[in-house]
């Protein structure tokens, strides 16, 4: 069974943080839901180097111009876009980042 749109916005509202964006003048405000995790970052047969890697799910349609290098605000930190990842049906989206 898919979420809707409906289903999308009590959970991220109920499980999220907020994230603000600043697209040019207007601020985009809303809720995602923060996962920090250790993830292997580069392996080879010598080494493996290991991260912590902060991601956040938020709803595609409300944050359409976050995209890999914007700059946004999460639960009060600045951080920065690495990659975005569509989920499943595309109306959630994972934002890899970091800290700025």
Do not use: W
Request: overall charge negative; proline content about 4%; glycine content about 12%.
């Amino acid at each position: 069974m898919a979420l809707g749109n409906a289903d999308l916005l009590p959970m991220l509202e109920e499980l999220g943080v907020p994230v603000v964006y600043n697209d040019g003048g207007e601020e985009i405000c809303g809720f995602g839901i923060v996962d920090v995790n250790d993830q292997d970052l580069l392996e080879s047969e010598a080494a493996t180097f290991a991260g912590r890697v902060t991601s956040v799910i938020v709803r595609t349609g409300a944050f359409p111009k976050l995209v890999e290098g914007a700059e946004f605000t999460l639960d009060g930190s600045k951080h920065r876009v690495v990659k975005t990842r569509r989920l499943d049906d595309g109306k959630l989206t994972r934002l890899l980042c970091h800290p700025i």
